[in-house]
């Protein structure tokens, strides 16, 4: 008899490690790994800092306030998704589609985002210092007050974009496109323009900005 409970309970503590695996692995019915399918979902302050969620869908999803430091979004849907305040430090963004997001006061300091679609983002206030967004499209974004000191930004879009009252400084801004964009107050020192183009800009108040409109030349 002895034997036999023996054999019964190892089986049943082995599964025991696994269950709680799989319980770890759903955060608020969102289920926690790469390619899922989260979208319109509540996970308001969730923690998946450092998670794979590569080509995931969470457009129209609540993250405001949610840790998401060093988590991977290569390829991923986030149009529409509340991010306010949330931590998106070091997080990885290539090619990833955030038009629409609400980016208001989100901390992305050294954000790898290349290529991200970032059309119409709200980010007043946001934190993209030493952010990688070559080639990312940032047109008609509202970026009030958004920090991108020494943001890595050849190539980018800013056409019809509001960066009123941002601060640029010392980023690399090489063939950046800022046709339309409110630039009022925004601060450009020691930013590289080569070849940046600033047709019908408003750059009144702005340091660092070209005295006249136009593409700069090297």
Same mark, same amino acid.
């Given at each position: ?138 047109? #008609? ?22 960066? /009123? ?9 090489? #063939? ?25 800009? /408003? ?13 700069? #030349?090297?």
């Amino acid at each position: 008899m002895r034997k036999k409970i023996t054999l019964i309970a190892i089986p049943l503590l082995l599964c025991a490690p696994l269950a709680t695996a799989q319980e770890k692995s759903v955060v608020n019915n969102c289920r926690v790994m790469e390619g899922t399918l989260c979208a319109d979902m509540n996970l308001n302050g969730v923690d998946f800092s450092g998670k794979n969620l590569s080509n995931s869908q969470f457009s129209g999803a609540n993250m405001e306030g949610a840790r998401l430091a060093r988590t991977n979004f290569t390829g991923a849907n986030l149009t529409r998704t509340d991010l306010r305040r949330a931590d998106l430090r070091e997080t990885q963004m290539l090619n990833t589609d955030l038009r629409a997001a609400n980016l208001t006061k989100a901390t992305l300091a050294s954000a790898i985002m290349e290529n991200a679609n970032m059309q119409n983002v709200i980010g007043e206030g946001a934190d993209f210092r030493k952010a990688v967004i070559k080639g990312a499209d940032f047109s #008609g974004a509202e970026l009030r007050s958004a920090m991108l000191q020494d943001a890595q930004a050849q190539r980018t879009n800013f056409r019809s974009a509001d960066l /009123s009252g941002a601060s640029l400084q010392g980023a690399n801004l090489e #063939g950046a496109d800022f046709t339309n964009a409110n630039l009022r107050g925004a601060d450009l020192r020691n930013a590289r323009l080569d070849e940046a183009t600033f047709s019908r800009a /408003s750059m009144s108040g702005c340091k660092g900005c070209p005295a006249e409109q136009g593409k700069l #030349g090297r």
